[in-house]
T-cell receptor, first 115, second 113 residues
Framework: EADIYQTPRYLVIGTGKKITLECSQTMGHDKMYWYQQDPGMELHLIHYSYGVNSTEKGDLSSESTVSRIRTEHFPLTLESARPSHTSQYLC??????????????FGEGSRLTVL | AQSVTQLGSHVSVSEGALVLLRCNYSSSVPPYLFWYVQYPNQGLQLLLKYTSAATLVKGINGFEAEFKKSETSFHLTKPSAHMSDAAEYFC???????????FGKGTTLSVSS
């Protein structure tokens, strides 16, 4: 069973506020990901990390930033939230150590609403 | 570039009927293909994956998928639908660099009694 946790599950916040979405996994996985999910749309990769101090931007441009100071922790931050940031954010990790992605284990998601 | 197309955003079946969810992929290299399921207010859970070992892949909850290279398809099937199968299903392909998965738009499966 996957052990990957996201907090908060739901967040309603006003425009201009700084928010951090937390993601932690206890599986020791090196690879971690953030996807953005909107209804009826593909999941879009916004950030990924191959390990500590490694972060890369994904296919979808995002104003959010991420950090990877510890293997188990991969938080996502929005410095100034806007209504266009309203979405569901899914964190995932992978045990693959080779050249392929391998199976992704997902958290339950953080649903962000910016008013 | 790799991509995935899921045909039909919504599929409705009766309990006990065959489930068929369609997925076509585009890949310039031998693909790794996945099916995930998402229940309301939850994250995605892996149903099955194809990694070139066998063209017919069996997954959890009675689902299976067949890789057909000639048709660039990876359709998901289940012989007999159950009410608990109602969820959203995503097909995904590993990107060329192997850095992440590329997902389709998803298909919502409804099961009626």
């Amino acid at each position: 069973e996957a052990d990957i946790y996201q907090t908060p599950r739901y967040l309603v916040i006003g425009t201009g506020k700084k928010i951090t979405l937390e993601c932690s996994q206890t599986m020791g996985h090196d690879k971690m990901y953030w996807y953005q999910q909107d209804p009826g749309m593909e999941l879009h990769l916004i950030h990924y990390s191959y390990g500590v101090n490694s972060t890369e931007k994904g296919d979808l441009s995002s104003e959010s930033t991420v950090s990877r100071i510890r293997t188990e922790h991969f938080p996502l931050t929005l410095e100034s939230a806007r209504p266009s940031h309203t979405s569901q954010y899914l964190c995932a990790s992978s045990e693959s150590r080779g050249g392929d992605t391998g199976e992704l284990f997902f958290g339950e998601g953080s649903r962000l609403t910016v008013l | 570039a790799q991509s995935v197309t899921q045909l039909g955003s919504h599929v409705s079946v009766s309990e006990g009927a065959l489930v068929l969810l369609r997925c076509n992929y585009s890949s310039s290299v031998p693909p790794y293909l996945f099916w995930y399921v998402q229940y309301p207010n939850q994250g995605l859970q892996l149903l099955l994956k194809y990694t070139s070992a066998a063209t017919l892949v069996k997954g959890i909850n009675g689902f299976e998928a067949e890789f057909k290279k000639s048709e660039t398809s990876f359709h998901l099937t289940k012989p007999s639908a159950h009410m608990s199968d109602a969820a959203e299903y995503f097909c995904a392909v590993s990107n060329q660099a192997g850095t992440a998965l590329i997902f389709g738009k998803g298909t919502t499966l409804s099961v009626s009694s």
